[in-house]
């Protein structure tokens, strides 16, 4: 029988710990940014009817750049490519519930049949943020300002990234938005006439932030005013100015410009015992444990018997910043001593001085 192949299918990623903490950051820095611009978070199914895409993009697309099949009950469905059909069929649903504006936003794993490549996967996480109910360019504004507030809670300097803006009404629009930019103090704004967003849903001022650096030219996020998607939905239109930011080009962004935060586990201590066939030993260490634990500091634990050196060279690859051998003086005492593995500086504490504990691992 031959073995399975380890690699993730073609496309898409696994996420070991290093990776999931820099997307958790990621993440992290956009909920941060928007929730403080009073931005709702909302999230919704990957799964759609595909008559939303054949409706606003054609069929010819939606067969040939979507993951499109029948389900069981002969339905057509769509892992959705994209989050802003999807939330403007959900205000269109509760129009008439909702209170406007509506400031809504949501990170989504989306889904492309394409070719992967540089910035570009079958499969990413992407920011979404949505204003619904503003007809004036105020909305706009606010939209852009909160991108480039996303692009500097990143550690980004205006140098770094530039703005470009682009209309399909009137010249007089862009003109109000760079103003209003400017009052804002962001001026690494200008108009780009051959700027045109991919998806025809647009009906007013487009945008997008590039990244000024030569090793990485490409767009770092998007969008625009799209004020009649809803009108798939019901006959009233809804006025709306959205952006969309993805996880893989944000990352890519953050990597060229040196911005990505150093690795650190979750696990603060990596606490162990030494080797004994004393149960009651055993017993008060795991006691020791869950006082650390609820504490508030977070600890690992070693079961096995191995060697102090085998200890640490595991203790280095987990990348645990702290460790401490307990031995019968340490538990009667109720004192451990914390070694940093990376100064290797040693600090004795007591197991009850939990804050103490917490300025040393934490730091």
């Not at 550690?155 to 682009?166: M, Q, T, V």
């Not at 080797?275 to 650390?292: G, S, W």
């Amino acid at each position: 029988m031959s073995k399975l192949d380890t690699a993730p299918y073609k496309g898409v990623r696994d996420f070991y710990p290093e990776d999931q903490f820099i997307q958790n950051y990621i993440f992290g820095v956009w909920r941060k940014t928007l929730e403080r611009s009073g931005y709702e978070e909302y999230n919704a199914s990957i799964l759609e009817s595909t008559e939303i895409y054949k409706e606003k993009s054609g069929e010819e697309i939606v067969n040939e750049q979507t993951y499109t099949f029948k389900d069981r009950g002969d339905r057509d469905v769509t892992l959705r490519p994209e989050m802003t059909p999807t939330v403007a069929r959900m205000v269109a649903a509760r129009r008439r519930e909702l209170g406007f504006p509506l400031r809504w936003y949501s990170i989504p794993n989306l889904f492309r049949y394409e070719a992967p490549q540089r910035g570009r996967l079958r499969e990413h996480w992407q920011l979404n943020a949505d204003l619904f109910g503003v007809k004036t360019i105020e909305a706009d504004i606010e939209m852009i300002a909160v991108a480039h507030a996303i692009m500097k809670n990143f550690g980004a300097k205006d140098e770094d990234f530039e703005i470009r803006l682009n209309t399909h009404s009137s010249k007089e629009d862009l003109e109000q938005v760079i103003i209003g930019l400017k009052f804002s103090g962001i001026e690494n704004v200008r108009i780009d006439g051959t700027l045109a967003r991919g998806q025809a849903y647009y009906t007013g001022v487009v945008f997008e932030f590039f990244d000024t650096n030569p090793a990485n030219p490409r767009s770092i996020l998007g969008g625009g005013r799209y004020d009649n998607l809803t009108a798939l939905f019901e006959d009233h239109e809804m006025p709306a100015v959205g952006f969309g930011a993805g996880d893989v080009t944000i990352k890519d962004f953050l990597e060229t410009h040196d911005l990505l935060p150093e690795y650190r586990p979750a696990t603060d201590l990596f606490l162990t015992l030494k080797r004994t066939e004393n149960i009651q030993m055993i017993v008060d260490f795991y006691k020791m444990v869950a006082e650390l634990q609820n504490g508030g500091i977070n600890t690992a634990t070693d079961g096995s018997t191995r060697e102090n050196g085998d200890i640490y060279k595991a203790v280095e690859r987990l990348k645990i910043p702290f460790v401490s051998f307990v031995d019968e003086e340490a538990l009667t005492k109720g004192v451990i001593v914390i070694k940093n593995m990376k100064t290797r500086e040693e600090h004795s504490v007591t197991v009850s001085e939990t804050e103490k504990i917490k300025e040393i691992v934490k730091a």
